[in-house]
Protein backbone atom coordinates (compact mmCIF):
# COMPACT_ATOMS: atom_id res chain seq x y z
CA UNK A 1 0.00 0.00 0.00
CA UNK A 2 0.85 3.64 -1.01
CA UNK A 3 1.78 5.11 2.08
CA UNK A 4 2.58 8.73 3.52
CA UNK A 5 4.60 8.38 7.01
CA UNK A 6 4.46 11.46 9.15
CA UNK A 7 7.13 11.83 11.95
CA UNK A 8 5.73 10.01 14.98
CA UNK A 9 4.76 7.49 12.82
CA UNK A 10 9.09 6.94 11.64
CA UNK A 11 9.32 7.18 15.19
CA UNK A 12 6.99 4.16 15.97
CA UNK A 13 8.99 1.97 12.88
CA UNK A 14 12.45 2.82 14.88
CA UNK A 15 11.39 1.37 17.88
CA UNK A 16 8.45 -1.97 17.05
CA UNK A 17 9.60 -4.22 14.41
CA UNK A 18 5.49 -4.89 13.33
CA UNK A 19 5.51 -0.94 11.78
CA UNK A 20 9.26 -1.04 10.73
CA UNK A 21 8.30 -4.14 8.66
CA UNK A 22 5.66 -1.77 7.36
CA UNK A 23 8.34 1.12 6.22
CA UNK A 24 10.04 -1.44 4.66
CA UNK A 25 7.70 -2.12 2.41
CA UNK A 26 7.93 -0.47 -1.48
CA UNK A 27 6.12 2.80 -2.01
CA UNK A 28 6.72 4.54 1.31
CA UNK A 29 6.50 8.60 1.35
CA UNK A 30 7.69 11.56 3.34
CA UNK A 31 8.52 14.44 3.42
CA UNK A 32 12.33 15.31 3.96
CA UNK A 33 11.38 17.55 6.96
CA UNK A 34 9.94 14.55 8.54
CA UNK A 35 13.08 13.70 9.27
CA UNK A 36 14.52 16.40 10.59
CA UNK A 37 11.57 16.20 13.40
CA UNK A 38 12.48 12.47 13.83
CA UNK A 39 15.64 13.73 14.42
CA UNK A 40 15.19 16.16 17.12
CA UNK A 41 12.82 13.70 18.70
CA UNK A 42 15.91 11.13 19.16
CA UNK A 43 17.97 13.48 20.13
CA UNK A 44 16.36 15.57 22.55
CA UNK A 45 12.55 15.33 22.84
CA UNK A 46 9.92 13.77 25.00
CA UNK A 47 11.21 10.03 24.47
CA UNK A 48 12.79 8.52 27.33
CA UNK A 49 15.77 7.48 25.77
CA UNK A 50 17.83 10.05 24.28
CA UNK A 51 19.88 9.17 21.15
CA UNK A 52 23.58 10.45 20.56
CA UNK A 53 23.15 11.99 16.77
CA UNK A 54 25.31 9.61 14.65
CA UNK A 55 22.91 6.78 16.01
CA UNK A 56 19.85 8.83 15.57
CA UNK A 57 21.36 9.57 11.77
CA UNK A 58 22.07 6.07 11.38
CA UNK A 59 18.03 4.88 12.34
CA UNK A 60 16.47 7.52 10.12
CA UNK A 61 18.16 6.14 7.38
CA UNK A 62 17.91 2.64 8.07
CA UNK A 63 14.01 3.12 8.15
CA UNK A 64 13.83 5.10 5.47
CA UNK A 65 16.30 4.14 2.69
CA UNK A 66 13.70 2.99 0.30
CA UNK A 67 11.46 5.64 0.79
CA UNK A 68 10.42 7.87 -2.04
CA UNK A 69 10.66 11.83 -0.98
CA UNK A 70 7.91 14.77 -1.72
CA UNK A 71 9.18 18.10 -1.37
CA UNK A 72 6.50 21.42 -0.98
CA UNK A 73 7.72 23.83 -3.27
CA UNK A 74 7.34 27.63 -2.24
CA UNK A 75 4.42 27.43 -4.29
CA UNK A 76 2.91 24.44 -2.63
CA UNK A 77 3.01 26.34 0.30
CA UNK A 78 1.47 29.79 -0.16
CA UNK A 79 -1.54 27.57 -1.98
CA UNK A 80 -1.63 25.53 0.96
CA UNK A 81 -1.42 28.73 3.55
CA UNK A 82 -4.43 30.36 0.96
CA UNK A 83 -6.55 27.45 2.03
CA UNK A 84 -5.81 26.97 6.00
CA UNK A 85 -8.61 29.28 6.91
CA UNK A 86 -11.95 27.47 4.99
CA UNK A 87 -9.74 24.26 5.92
CA UNK A 88 -10.16 25.16 9.99
CA UNK A 89 -6.28 25.67 10.05
CA UNK A 90 -4.60 28.13 11.83
CA UNK A 91 -1.53 28.35 14.67
CA UNK A 92 0.53 25.49 14.68
CA UNK A 93 -2.01 22.97 13.17
CA UNK A 94 -0.14 24.77 9.65
CA UNK A 95 2.36 21.92 9.59
CA UNK A 96 -0.19 19.01 9.67
CA UNK A 97 -1.87 20.71 7.37
CA UNK A 98 1.54 20.84 5.02
CA UNK A 99 1.96 16.96 5.97
CA UNK A 100 -1.52 16.45 4.43
CA UNK A 101 -1.01 18.68 1.14
CA UNK A 102 2.57 16.59 0.78
CA UNK A 103 0.32 12.88 0.98
CA UNK A 104 -1.91 14.83 -1.60
CA UNK A 105 0.77 15.38 -3.76
CA UNK A 106 2.38 11.89 -3.34
CA UNK A 107 -0.93 10.44 -4.49
CA UNK A 108 -1.24 8.28 -1.00
CA UNK A 109 -3.92 5.89 -0.10
CA UNK A 110 -3.23 6.15 3.67
CA UNK A 111 -0.85 8.65 6.18
CA UNK A 112 0.48 6.64 8.97
CA UNK A 113 0.79 9.08 12.94
CA UNK A 114 0.00 8.51 16.02
CA UNK A 115 -1.94 11.83 15.96
CA UNK A 116 -4.83 10.98 14.57
CA UNK A 117 -6.69 13.92 15.51
CA UNK A 118 -4.33 16.22 14.21
CA UNK A 119 -5.85 14.98 10.66
CA UNK A 120 -9.16 15.59 11.25
CA UNK A 121 -10.32 17.32 8.48
CA UNK A 122 -7.37 17.45 6.60
CA UNK A 123 -7.71 13.82 5.10
CA UNK A 124 -9.68 14.48 2.21
CA UNK A 125 -8.16 11.84 -0.55
CA UNK A 126 -6.70 9.82 2.03
CA UNK A 127 -7.08 7.69 4.68
CA UNK A 128 -5.41 8.63 8.33
CA UNK A 129 -4.51 5.80 10.24
CA UNK A 130 -1.53 4.54 13.52
CA UNK A 131 0.64 2.30 12.32
Do not use: C
Not at 82 to 87: D, N, Y
Not at 114 to 130: I, Q, R, S
Request: hydrophobic fraction near 45%.
Amino acid sequence: MKRYWDASALIDAIHDSRVEKMALEPDQWTRPHALSEVFSQLTGGRLPAKYLADDAAALIEEVTEDFSFVELSAQDVKKALSQAQAMGVRSGRVHDWLQAVAARIARVAELLTDNMADFAGLDKGFTVAAP
